[in-house]
């Protein structure tokens, strides 16, 4: 299929032409007996991955395989936000690495991923929160990543209808490169640039076995016919485990739901990320207008996609207790994720117990601002059967030899 470059002078003559010509986005091809590389997960990690693997290592006999539609899950189901502001050294490179490939994402995919660099405040409401948020700010500014303290009185001029009152507000931690991007639109974006490289995405398609040969993976069964495979990728975010089960292995992860939802739309009165630990909810301004919020995981593993409705009351008292004026806007929807979230709340990337399979999970609420991140380094695995450096510290076997990566103690927020 030939994939026409987007850009201002095809966007006018599609406009004259009432839209009618636009070639699909990417071709929805039938399994072939067999590929190099079959990648299990058709959100933003396995769009990613596939892309990847073909343009950086040149594997284009790849398969990315997605048993609902292409970023039906997750990816679909977050509030947007990208960052990289994050404590630990590792986590550091990591995040800080997903950060910048969003940076030029747009213009290397040729399609805008919608990328708004507003910058995020995390609230200090007392002076010990103030203290150790500096303590944050000294060691991810050691780490290379760029952070700021923001005084009380910069934060009231930055973010005006923000009710300093009730908890009092003491600074905030400002990390200026954070922002929001648009999450179907970093899935699209993927899949037409893996698509033009000659990857076929193949959906409605659920693995449902693997065939083994020793210590290998040979072929994956699926609902569309067995597939052969050279190596597999496994980047199924909440329903990981359950793959594990059918290698035979289990992962140390367990899935949560995580909540979100959007109000109604108004005018512009919100031009950054804001997060209060105290109250443990979130908040933006689309750029359509609708705020969208949420908060940290429902309380119980779970594979449920809507949530619990206390979980729903406390997010919205939250956002409440931050902006009062925004307590009579409408909710317009409401949904939930399936979040898979390992002992240290850090991923799980590099070698399975399988010999020809690598993982890239375990990123709890981590997943979608990490996509650049995670395609990067499991494709990296994948082409070359070891770790970049970057992702080394996050091997499987870290739990086994005590080298936890703990950025749930660390932060000390919903991540």
Known sequence: MSVKRYNALNLLRQGRRGHQDWAPAWRLPEPRPAYDAVIVGGGGHGLATAYYLAKNHGIRNVAVLEKGWLGGGNTGRNTTIVRSNYFWPESAALYDLALRLYEGLSEDLNYNIMLSQRGMLILAHSEPELDMMKRSVNAMQLNGVDCDIMSEAEVRARVPLLDMARYEVWGALVQHRAGVARHDAVAWGYARGADRLGVDIIQNCEVTGFQMQGDRVT????????IGCGVVGLAAAGHQNLLAQKLGFRLPLLSYCLQAMVSEAIKPVLDTVVLSPAVGTYVSQSAKGSLVFGAGLDLYPSYAQRGNFPTTQKIVAGLVEMFPSFARLKVLR???????????????????????????????????????????????????????????????????????????AAAGIAH
Not at 360 to 376: E, L, V
């Open 219 to 226: 072929a994956v069964e699926t609902s569309r016919g067995t």
């Open 334 to 408: 409401q949904w939930g994720g399936n979040v898979d979230v390992a002992p240290d709340s850090s991923p799980i990337i590099g070698p399975s117990p399988v010999a020809n399979v690598f993982l890239d999970c375990g990123w709890g609420t981590g997943g979608f601002k990490a996509i650049p991140g995670g395609g990067w380094l499991l494709a990296h695995c994948l082409a070359t059967g070891r770790h970049h450096p970057i992702s080394e510290p996050f091997d499987l076997k870290r739990f086994a030899e005590g080298r936890l990566i703990d950025e749930g």
